[in-house]
């Protein structure tokens, strides 16, 4: 039977030994590798309707798979104004001023990315940004995206007028007389303003949503953990995948909340596995707690403002009880959890959970930003997967510890960020990710900075923590191979094998001998995706 996709003069590399392959070629066939040879000998497999491709020497390495990241909501986020790329407050208001100018009267301004580091020593809230927000209702989302910032006509539409009681930790935060200061902590703070501002179409939010995705793709990703599931997420996947248009393959795990009552948690178990040729539902999302920048982190001993001492969930044993509920019922979890008490928190609930049912299944704890050394060995000692996004220390952190994060956590804290190599050396399986849209999605970008712990817009500034950086080989396993088993998918995925998924990114050169700061530039040339091209470099 004719292979429908060739690859010819290709470098083959395996992400386990670090290695080219011996074969120069592959052949795909049903989404599948189905052949390794020379090129003669996988060039006779194709016939008139297979595509030959001649790589001419291009690297080849299974499909990069992005193990966090928010197709769908960040899709929306990332409409509006970007101000990710603001590095002060008066970039901030000359952009938020540039938009303003430009809005039709009454519209509201959306904008995303912004720093907290911007504000310096003044708190964040809305009134540094006055008058260029005077009268506009403007939403301006903190990069956390746990976050945001409300101009006052923006509470004025949405009668958001004082503080506000929540069932989980979130915060309407007001100033001594009870008056909103603009900062909104948490979704449930969040959405009191948001459901006021004008709403896009469905139609208008899938459109977005593919070109998101097709984008992704042209980075060379071929797949993704996606932590959410709201909302139109799910029809919009059933869509696109049954129309030919999905360009990554998705891992959807919808999110559990604090209040989910028993109904709610079996009905999350009965959701386990639905989904279509290139997405499913695997896994549950749930929150221990928020962000450090914003003082919602769950740590053993307060931030310099004397934040972050609580649980996203008022009840941390109720956490502990779902989690051995979704155990008990082999569906894996994934667990935000920043705070050293919130990942201690999450390494013991599934501990007593294990203990209870000694099933396969597989955990994860997302971020991980700071943690004690007497937690690394238990990663590998439960087999709970470490999920991290580097490119958030790179970007949102600085060496000299004068940024935000840093500054919450005094030295001792700050000095223990983002420890990928420790998380290695003690024996747990490092997935890397974006969390996009809380940090650019091309995989290149992440592996990176896992590599280089630089600030991306600035590369000459030193590393924060670099003698906790991945070597080149562990930041490509830690997109590919460790990917695969997180999903429990290493026998089909993260390696290029007869049998194996023809999932496949293929880079202008070698990735491994790239330097760091070198490799977002490599070109992409071809992605595929279940044996079909999803993106093709004008020179092949």
Not at 105 to 116: C, F, I, N, S, V
Not at 302 to 311: F, I, L
Not at 365 to 384: Q, S, W
Request: a negative charge; glycine letters at 10%.
């Amino acid at each position: 039977m004719p292979a429908p996709l060739v690859l010819l003069s290709a470098r083959l590399l395996d992400p386990v030994t670090g290695t080219f392959l011996p074969q120069t070629a592959l052949a795909a066939t049903d989404g599948k590798i189905t052949a390794l040879g020379d090129d003669r000998e996988i060039r006779a497999l194709a016939d008139a309707a297979t595509t030959v491709i001649d790589l001419k020497g291009a690297v080849v390495t299974p499909g990069l798979t992005d193990g966090h990241l928010h197709p769908v909501s960040g899709a929306e986020l990332t409409h509006g104004l970007d101000l990710s790329g603001c590095t002060d407050l008066d970039g901030v208001r000359a952009a938020l001023a540039r938009e303003v100018a430009a809005l039709a009267p009454g519209a509201w301004l959306h904008g995303w990315g912004l720093d907290p580091n911007v504000f310096g020593d003044r708190p964040i809230e809305t009134a540094a940004l006055a008058p260029v927000l005077d009268g506009v209702p403007a939403l301006l989302q903190l990069f956390d995206a746990h976050s945001m910032l409300a101009s006052p006509r923006a509470l004025e539409l949405a009668g958001v007028d004082g503080p506000r009681t929540f069932d989980q930790a979130a915060e309407v935060v007001c100033d001594d007389a009870g008056r909103p200061t603009g900062l909104l902590l948490e979704d449930a703070a969040c959405e009191l303003v948001e459901r006021a501002a004008p709403q896009p179409t469905r139609e208008e939010r899938r459109a977005r949503l593919a070109a998101a995705l097709r984008a992704m793709a042209a980075a060379g990703l071929t797949g993704g953990h996606a932590m959410d599931a709201g909302g139109d997420s799910l029809a919009f996947y059933d869509e696109l995948d049954a129309a030919g248009d999905l360009p990554l393959r998705l891992r959807v795990a919808p999110w559990c909340q604090p209040g989910t009552d028993a109904d709610g948690v079996r009905a999350l178990i009965a959701q386990q596995g639905t989904g279509g040729r290139l997405w499913r539902t695997a896994g549950v999302k749930l929150f221990m707690d928020g962000t450090i920048d914003n003082g919602t982190a769950w740590l053993e001993r307060p931030d310099c403002h004397g934040e972050s001492t609580h649980a996203f969930w008022p009840d941390p044993a109720a956490y502990t009880r779902v989690i051995g509920q979704l155990h008990a019922a082999g569906v894996p979890t994934a667990t935000h959890a920043i705070g050293d008490a919130a990942v201690r928190h999450v390494l013991d609930a599934v501990e007593q959970a294990r203990r209870a049912d000694r099933n396969g299944v597989r955990h994860r704890i997302e971020h991980i930003e700071t943690v004690p050394d007497d937690t690394l060995r238990r990663f590998a000692e439960l087999g709970v997967l470490a999920s991290m996004q580097p490119t958030h220390c790179c970007d949102f952190t600085r060496a000299d510890h004068t940024d935000n994060w840093s500054r919450r956590l005094g030295e001792e804290r700050a000095g223990r960020a983002w420890r990928c190599r420790d998380l290695t050396d003690a024996g747990a399986t490092v997935v890397l990710g974006s969390d996009w849209p809380i940090a650019p999605y091309p995989p290149l970008g992440v592996m990176a900075g896992a590599r280089h712990r630089r600030p991306t817009r600035d590369l000459a500034q030193p590393p924060h923590g670099p003698e906790q950086a991945l070597t080149a080989l562990e930041a490509l396993r830690g997109m590919t191979v460790h990917a695969a088993h997180a999903a429990g998918e290493e026998d089909r995925a993260g390696r290029i094998a007869v049998g194996h998924r023809a999932d496949l990114t293929v880079l202008a050169d070698d990735p491994l001998t790239t330097p760091a700061t070198d490799l977002p530039q490599l070109p992409i040339l071809l992605t595929v995706l279940d044996g079909r091209p999803t993106h093709r470099d004008r020179s092949l």
